[in-house]
């Protein structure tokens, strides 16, 4: 089955700067990346998706970036907000059959103001 | 349009107690899953209907049924509750890969 890791476990950056969180695959056949944020006690939104046809995806602070080749796709937050803290989950799935989401164990990101 | 409901928000069990654990959604989404999430961990499906009358196990099935009641409603019930099985449980629902999820159950078992 898919395996999906990510990095790091927790991040601590000052108001402004950017993070950067990195995911990688296991499953070939994947072809779907989304990514979720929870803030403590709710349930995971998602922010942000990607599919293997696009290598780049931006939504305003927010972009994803998918290196099909390599299994990895990253979360780049720029300018961050204090308002950015919680928890980011990346998750894979296949576009076919079984679309369940395999996710990566979280990365806890602190935005120092 | 409330889109995926869960009850109960919380619950405590003791051990060996059986509970059902229930979800609906009025997106009208074929899809629906369980997931659980423990601490430091990101979330584990435990079983997935892919359309009514149908259903199959995820990743962590042991100790949990579930039953696709109609297009709406998916449950997941506890036979015997361990204390392993302590846990905050999310229900979502799908139609595409996108999927939405509950406010979830956060459970208890001593």
């Known amino acids: 089955g898919e395996n999906v890791e990510q990095h790091p476990s927790t991040l601590s950056v000052q108001e402004g700067d950017s993070a950067v969180i990195k995911c990688t695959y296991s499953?070939?056949?994947?072809?779907?990346f989304p990514w979720y944020k929870q803030e403590l006690g709710k349930r995971p939104q998602l922010i942000i998706d990607?599919?293997?046809?696009?290598g780049e995806k931006k939504d305003q602070r927010i972009a994803v970036t998918l290196n099909k080749t390599a299994k990895h796709f990253s979360l780049h937050i720029t300018e961050t907000q204090p308002e950015d803290s919680a928890v980011y989950f990346c998750?894979?799935?296949?576009?076919?059959?079984?679309?369940?989401?395999?996710f990566g164990s979280g990365t806890r990101l602190q935005v120092q103001p | 349009n409330a889109g995926v409901t869960q009850t109960p928000k919380f619950q405590v069990l003791k051990t060996g107690q059986s509970m059902t654990l229930q979800c609906a959604q009025d997106m009208n989404h074929n899809s629906m899953y369980w997931y659980r999430q423990d601490p430091g961990m990101g979330l584990r499906l435990i079983y997935y209907?892919?359309?009514?009358?149908?259903?199959d196990k995820g990743e962590v099935p042991n100790g949990y049924n579930v039953s696709r009641l109609n297009k709406r409603e998916f449950s997941l019930r506890l036979e015997s509750a361990a204390p392993s099985q302590t846990s905050v449980y999310f229900c979502?629902?799908?139609?595409?890969?996108?999927?939405?999820f509950g406010p979830g159950t956060r459970l208890t078992v001593l």
């Open positions: 979502a629902s799908s139609d595409s890969n996108e999927q939405f």
């Open positions: 998750a894979a799935s296949r576009n076919t059959g079984r679309r369940a989401l395999t």
């Open positions: 499953d070939s056949a994947s072809n779907y």
């Open positions: 990607i599919r293997s046809n696009v």
């Open positions: 209907s892919a359309s009514e009358g149908t259903t």
